[in-house]
């Protein structure tokens, strides 16, 4: 089979495309016949080995540990392990499948789900890691309630665009951040407000949210904690990139201003649920959920997708179509 391959640091020009053997499914593992992949900023950082935390964490210092990237597809399952009982043969799932940007991959029967019938594979593909980091954000770090005023910083990327729908789907009022071309895009997936960030700055307005969703945070902390309300809570998607002083810094930033005064600031890593993977199944056949899928790529086209997602002007996802 044909599988991407990432064995050395770098641009995606170190991405090679090459034969490898077909995996079989350890015990509780699906072995699925990918028809769709889609690229998280994760799937860059990865190939780039930056920030050094991320190295450090993974354990590749000089060269990647984890040689095969992608983390989200779609797509049947051909093969089940002897102790999986949740999927046959033939079923159509999506979920967390490291090593995604292949023909085939094998995924722990924990994380990934039944495909909703009424999406294609490249919607489903386009869902876990992001529609997750929005789901946990909002609603675990964020407790978002029913009628609070939300914002979210950075609506229109990956991330963005499931969090705008999600905060809809828990009956909130939701103001939504991106620049002039994606307005449209915005409102379209339910927005009650737009700002255009090249025109105003919601950090020196008068307005204040209830909860702010950074998922672009290029303000600094103190702008998001001044644009929150009484009680209100902001909650950073991810890392950003950012190096590990700068990361340790803007933890201790948020401990500090959570214990002095009523609004409190975190950041946070999603981590892959099987539940969390059913709720939001259930939100896309309901329609409350629709992927934003920005640009098609083939699988020997995967450096070309993180060329572009590196510029960080996607709308939505990126996906690979395989």
Known sequence: M????????????????KEVEKPTPKENEVLIKVRAASLNAL?????????????????????????????????????VGSNVTQFKPGDEVFGAC????????????NRVALKPANISFEEAAAVPVAAITALQGLRD?????????????????????????????????VTAVCSTKNLDTARSIGADYVIDYTQEDFTQSTQRYDLIFGANAYHSIFDYRRALAKDGIYVGAGGGGQSLPVMLIGMLLQLVLSLIGSKKMCSFMAKIIKTDLVFLKELLVAGKIVPVIDRRYALRDVADALRY??????????????
Request: proline share 4%; with cysteine; net charge positive.
């Open 98 to 109: 490291p090593g995604a940007f292949a023909e085939y991959v094998c995924a722990d029967e």
């Open 141 to 173: 770090k964020g407790r978002i309630q029913r009628g609070q005023k939300i914002l979210v910083d950075g609506a229109s990327g990956g991330v963005g665009t499931f969090a705008v729908q999600i905060a809809k789907s828990f009956g909130a009022e």
């Open 309 to 322: 997602l590196e510029e960080g002007h996607a709308k939505g996802k990126v996906v690979i179509n395989i």
């Open 2 to 17: 044909k599988a991407v391959l990432n064995t050395k640091y770098g641009s995606p020009d170190v991405l090679e495309l």
């Open 43 to 79: 799937d860059w950082h990865l190939m780039r080995g930056k920030p050094l935390a991320l190295r450090l964490m993974l354990g590749g210092l000089r060269k990647p540990k984890i040689t095969r990237p992608g983390r989200d597809a779609a797509g049947l399952v051909e093969e």
